[in-house]
């Protein structure tokens, strides 16, 4: 399916073959990454922005490394030396940053629905890095993308989404994902961090791990987000690791074939093991390696790009 978007802001909106156009894609650019001559002309001319209000590494240098790879010209905006200290409003420097013919605006910020708001007020087309705990769109496309280069499809798997969902955006973006894509997604965690508001977006909502990892294809690990939450949601760290994290006991009682997942930063001895984010059924550095080719397939599709047969030429 073609895509006629100019901006990428959730995965909510998004219709599942336009998901899959987006994997097709990153399939074609992974495979352009692996020849001698890694760049495309793709995007030569277009000016890109990538204002990161909110920390991040795997996202920001994700993107960095796309914009290169597609030939465009890159301005990395950095909080700490802008007027923001100065007090101006993110409407306002996006709109400078526009004048200077930036043709389009990646951000990440605190604020859910800051992308949402500048795709209204700017002529450029935004990219949605991640937004307070509202999306993570991009993160979902690479991680659907890996689950699909592992098992050879989404429709069908059974995913478990565990840890802090409340306030994480890669976990809405993955259960928008997921649903469209046809995998059943379960939720588990402390019942503080798991409503079961979220059976309302088609998913499954338990309390108790180890039935939710028993049967599952994809256990994807979320680490608590403390710097999101306003209350204290559970008794200790010690606490939440004892009765949720993924240790050998736990693992030992899952199918032999579940992958691991995680979208980083991750929290060794808390939401995950140490020996377990490093063993062979852990797909953590494999999803940074795949947010390549995905933002460059994104970010071609949004420019105008047609699909996969474009991209190979075929
Ligand atoms: N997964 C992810 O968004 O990581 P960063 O915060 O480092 O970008």
Known sequence: ?????????????????????????????????????????????????????????????????????????IINFSTEASSFKKGETLKDTARNLEALNADFIVIRHSASGAPHFLSRVLQAGVINAGDGAHEHPTQALLDAFTIREHKGKIAGLNVTILGDILYSRVARSNIWALTKLGARVTLCGPSTLVPRTFEQLGCRVTYDVDEAIAGADIIHLLRIQHERQRQTMFPSIHEYAQLFGLNQARLARTRPDALIMHPGPINRGVEIDSEIADCGRSLILEQVTNGLAVRMAALFLLNGGKGPHEVTGD
């Open 1 to 73: 399916m073609a895509w006629t978007r100019k901006h990428l802001l959730d995965i909510e909106s998004l219709a599942a073959e336009e998901i899959v156009t987006v994997l097709d894609t990153a399939r074609a650019f992974k495979a352009v990454g692996e020849r001698a001559i890694k760049k495309v002309p793709a995007l030569r001319g277009r000016t890109i922005v990538n204002l990161f209000v909110e920390p991040s590494t795997r996202t920001r240098i994700s993107f960095e490394l796309a914009e290169q790879r597609l030939s465009a010209d």
